[in-house]
């Protein structure tokens, strides 16, 4: 049987809905109801410009927050468009409609005006109230010319009241009596924190004004005010009327000292809403360390100005890295026609920029009931394009007009760019041919330089280290062989690197690390080897595997015996690239349990290289065999593994422990010998 009706909203439920589940953020009423005087305001503005309100040119647009704390009232006053009674029963009482969009659909293509946008989407933002409010009133005046003014009252049910209304002047006043879930609200403290979060650019100039008993310091110096301050032997000549006369003097002064004009919180005219032509380096400095609380000057900026196919205005700034950690500290603000509306909205800002700084604001943006989140269609997409787009034709200016410039950003700014290429593909399109590497040598070069650079030494590898103090060894043989690493030191560095392989495959790139192999490090051996040395180096390297597993007590250590051509270096240990990125996934991946599971019985593919042009290998190989002397062997097999293995990874406490104790060891036989 098939059968058709409508669904039915039971009203009475809907009121705890919009309490507790409408809205995240339980301040978020600020927002909503400040927003809606704004709209209040840039109707009427509008209605003027067309000749539809005749309203004074001078006019002076405002709204006033008011808290009162004794009466624990808040009011949200402004002197926009009013409302008649038709009215508050068509915008209010019907919830969910819209007066901003009913307006927008009246006046469609009548004004030109882009500075005067309408900000409200929805018709539930009113509702908000009840929030924090018991009790709610609207008093209200239509710009209307005969307009009666009217009263609406709701105790937070579904029942309201109506009646004639008190205000004499156009415009709105909502009332608020705070119940016990706003009563934090209450606090001075709390609602200027909650005015700056979401109004400090909205449109209209917004004041703050806080009415409470005076406290009895405030009497006092009030009372001083009405006190006439003379010496002693002044008084005694002063008449009643010169005392008046004083008086006043004082009292005219103080006025005259408290009369400067009262700063609305907000700024209505922000930067990014400006041309970039209008503003200066110091302006946008000054901006930045308002918004974000930062005491460094940024790197560089972004200023971007979108009409068309979308709106959207704002300022991307790339901050100063202090420390590695503060690549995590982006924080990019977005706004609808200057309202603030969430920190790092992930569906409108592409992923790699949460890790800047700056200010979005977009008009068109398609926003859900609450505001607080995003739908992801085909606007949104255009909008990642566009700003993935104006980051790369930055980078590429300042790379292409001032390279020494961009180099300088390089240690800063170089994560931010490594992990955009790696979360969009457009933009690694737009930067491939900037990507730097810094080198051991201390230069940037591009990857095409640097590879053009070492063909004759190692064609299409890119040799890396990772931390400089702990790979200084390594670092040193290359810099004596005539050879260039570069430093990837960050975080973001590790899976970049195979990133880089990934991309370049048509050349087959490989990314290494300094410790991944010795190819480039060894001396060339002669074309032609005699087959008993052959043997005599095979019995040699078999010899000294067995010393060494023997001494370090590890049966499955791999030693090889390499005539490296820095005499100097006696031992270093290598780690394939694979096994090394392998040993970094199970880092990575440390909290998954099937994970570990699956390569519990995974070690590090390590091979100890023991170099046979230095002295003590040598002297080493000399002891191999001898009975008298295998104490001295198997001391010095530990030391030689432990000092490569400190140019590898830190020893672990115990390692440390042992090699201290150890070098004292060796340090007592050495003066013993020269005694």
Not at 122 to 127: D, E, N, Q, V
């Amino acid at each position: 049987m098939q059968e058709k009706g409508n669904l039915s909203i039971n009203s009475e439920n809907f009121m705890p809905i919009i309490k507790k589940w409408l809205y995240t953020d339980k301040d978020i009423f600020i927002r909503e109801l400040v927003s809606n005087a704004c709209d209040a305001v840039t109707k009427l503005q509008k209605l003027s410009m067309m000749g539809e309100a005749d309203i004074p040119a001078e006019e002076a647009y405002e709204i006033h927050v008011v808290l009162d704390q004794d009466r624990k009232t808040l009011q949200i006053i402004d002197n926009g468009i009013g409302m008649t009674a038709d009215e508050i029963k068509k915008y209010i009482n019907q919830i969910a409609f819209s007066g901003a969009t009913d307006f927008l659909s009246k006046f469609e293509g009548k004004t030109e005006d882009e500075g005067s946008e309408i900000i409200g989407h929805f018709g539930l933002g009113f509702y908000s109230a009840f929030m924090v409010a018991d009790t709610v009133e609207i008093d209200s005046l239509s710009y209307r010319k005969g307009a009666e003014p009217a009263k609406w009252r709701c105790n937070g049910g579904i029942d309201y009241e109506m009646e004639a209304g008190e205000r004499t002047e156009r415009g709105t006043t909502i009332t608020l009596f705070i119940g016990a879930d706003g009563e934090e609200f209450l606090n001075e403290a709390t609602l200027y924190a909650a005015m700056r979060k979401y109004c400090a650019f909205m449109p209209v100039p917004i004041f703050v004004d806080v009415l409470k008993e005076e406290t009895e310091e405030e009497k006092a110096a009030k009372k001083a005010e009405n006190t006439v301050h003379v010496s002693p032997e002044e008084a005694a000549k002063l008449t009643t009327e010169g005392a008046m006369d004083l008086l006043q003097e004082q009292q005219d002064a103080a006025e005259e000292a408290k009369a400067e004009e009262p700063k609305p919180l907000n700024d209505t005219n922000p930067l990014w809403q400006r041309k970039p032509s209008e503003c200066t380096d110091e302006d946008y400095k000054a901006f930045y360390h308002q918004v974000f609380n930062d005491l460094n000057d940024p790197l560089f900026w972004i200023h971007l100005n979108m009409d068309y196919p979308f709106r959207l205005k704002g300022i991307l700034y790339f901050p100063k890295l202090v420390e590695q950690m503060d690549m995590m500290d982006g924080e990019v603000k977005l706004y609808c026609n200057q309202v603030y509306i969430a920190d790092n909205v992930k569906e409108v800002v592409p992923e790699f920029l949460l890790l800047l700084k700056g200010i979005l604001d977009c008009p068109d943006m398609p926003l859900n009931v609450s505001r607080s989140a995003l739908q992801n269609d085909g606007y949104v997409e255009k909008m990642n394009a566009y700003i993935t787009k104006k980051v790369a034709d930055k980078l590429n200016q300042l790379f292409k007009t001032d390279r020494p410039a961009f180099e300088g950003f390089w240690d800063d700014i170089n994560i931010f760019i490594k992990y955009g290429c790696m979360k969009e593909e457009k933009l690694y399109d737009k930067v491939k041919d900037i990507l730097l590497l810094k080198t051991t040598d201390g230069v940037y070069e591009t990857v095409a330089e640097y590879l053009e650079k070492n063909k004759e030494k190692h064609e299409n590898v890119i040799y890396f280290a990772t931390d400089t103090n702990q790979q200084a060894q390594y670092i040193r043989l290359f810099k004596e062989q005539g050879l260039e690493a570069a430093i990837m030191d960050t975080p973001v560095d590790k899976p970049f690197v195979s990133f880089l392989e990934y991309k370049n495959q048509d050349i087959k790139l490989k990314v290494q690390r300094v410790d991944a192999d010795i190819d480039s490090l060894q001396e060339k051996e002669d074309a032609e080897i005699s087959e008993a040395k052959k043997q005599a180096d095979e019995f040699e390297a078999n010899q000294m595997q067995e010393l060494f597993r023997a001494a370090v007590a590890n049966e499955k250590l791999n030693v090889k015996l390499e005539a490296l051509k820095a005499e100097k270096v006696s031992a270093m240990i290598l780690l394939s690239e694979e096994s090394r990125r392998m040993m970094e996934m199970m880092e990575a991946y440390a909290n998954n349990e099937e994970f570990k599971a699956m390569f519990a019985n995974m070690k590090p593919d390590e091979t100890l290289v023991l170099n046979k042009n230095n002295k003590l290998v040598k002297a080493l190989l000399s002891m191999a065999g001898k009975e008298e002397k295998k104490e001295d062997a198997t001391l010095l097999c530990h030391q030689l593994y432990d000092l490569a293995l400190m140019s590898h990874r830190p020893l672990t406490s115990e390692e440390m422990t042992a090699f201290i104790d150890r070098s004292n060891l060796l340090l007592e036989k050495l003066t013993a010998f020269e005694a």
